[in-house]
Every structure is written in structure tokens, then in C-alpha cells.
């Protein structure tokens, strides 16, 4: 091969790897909550900063951070088939103790104690399961997973944010095409 095809193949190589580097696994929310008061309860609230980095996600792919998103990609050495997003509530009345954000292998939530209460349920799809401890305790878990459902234990892009990230992949398609073009001439 010439060195001039060589170098068109690098940099396709390049450019697509750049720009369409996305994750296999499993992505999903997380952060944590002990709180429902103003300014405690980010996890529950922060929508907004939740979106931005799912958009930050689906722009530029994999990219490092300790704010609200998480490859769970190997969590508890599973299949992906076998990792879910999940979101867990603990109340005392009204009162929210902990909520939960993660990813999760859909038997170990908390803690043993909360493990147990939900060992023999049966969590099909995007579905939501509760138990009451006394009358003043709940503790739900929410659990989901599969293809496509890349942050399902969170807030949805809006179809506008969607297709923009798509229109990114394109255009950046399209300027790998030209340089190569380019390179031709």
C-alpha cells in the first residue's frame, strides 16, 4: 500500500474514532441524597445539570467525570445483559432519608437489610417495586436496562437535544469526507 493510502486510511481511522467513540455498556445516572430539603437533595433536583452531562456524553462519547453520569460497563464483574440503572428511595413519611442514582446488578441495592426486602420480587423492564417496613417507612427501587436505554434512571434528552447530537455525528462525517477528498487532490 502507498504511503499516501496509508495515510487517508489513518486518518479516517482517526477522525471516526475521534468522533464517534461512544460506549458499549451500559450509561447511567448517579449521585446520591440524604435530604429533601432546598440545596440537599441535588440528586432529586439537579435536572438540568443531569442533562447537560448526558448531552456532554452524547456529543463527545466517553469522557471523564465525577458529576452525574457513570459507565457501569463490568460493574460487579456481569454481563451487561446483567447491569441495570437503578434509583432507590428510603422515606420515612414524607421525609426523604437516602435516594440513589447507579448502576446495580438488581439484588444488592443498600444494604442487607433493604437486599432482603426486595430478594424475591421480579423487576421486569423499567419497573418500580415497594415495600413498607412499618407504616411510616417505604423503601422503593426502580430498575432498568437493555438496549437503548442508556440513562433510563434519569431525565430524557428532549428530541431537539437528540437530534442536534445526531446532526453533530454528521456534520463531523461530512468533514471527515472533505479532508480526505482533500487529500486526494
Not at 482517526?14 to 435530604?35: A, K
Not at 469522557?63 to 457501569?72: G, P, W
Not at 420515612?92 to 430478594?119: A, K, M
Not at 413498607?132 to 428530541?159: H, I, K, M, Q, W
Request: net charge neutral; hydrophobic share 30%.
Amino acid at each position: 500500500m502507498d504511503s499516501g493510502r496509508c495515510l487517508k486510511v489513518f486518518l479516517l481511522l482517526m477522525f471516526t474514532v475521534n468522533y464517534l467513540s461512544v460506549c458499549d455498556g451500559l450509561m447511567c445516572y448517579f449521585c446520591e441524597d440524604s435530604s429533601n430539603k432546598d440545596g440537599k437533595n441535588r440528586c432529586q433536583t439537579y435536572i438540568r445539570s443531569m442533562k447537560h452531562y448526558r448531552k456532554k456524553y452524547n456529543e463527545k462519547g466517553q469522557f471523564h467525570t465525577d458529576k452525574f453520569v457513570k459507565n457501569c460497563t463490568g460493574y460487579a464483574n456481569l454481563r451487561d445483559d446483567q447491569v441495570h440503572c437503578a434509583i432507590l428511595t428510603l422515606k420515612t413519611g414524607s421525609t426523604v432519608r437516602t435516594f440513589l442514582r447507579d448502576c446495580s446488578d438488581g439484588e444488592n441495592f443498600y444494604s442487607p437489610e433493604i437486599n432482603e426486602r426486595f430478594s424475591n420480587m421480579t423487576f421486569d423492564g423499567n419497573q418500580t417495586q415497594c415495600v413498607r417496613p412499618s407504616t411510616d417507612d417505604e423503601y422503593c427501587v426502580t430498575l432498568c436496562n437493555g438496549d437503548n436505554n442508556d440513562f433510563c434512571n434519569g431525565p430524557v434528552l428532549s428530541a431537539a437535544m437528540r437530534s442536534f447530537s445526531a446532526f453533530s455525528v454528521y456534520i463531523n462525517i461530512l468533514i471527515t469526507g472533505w479532508i480526505l477528498k482533500f487529500l486526494t487532490i
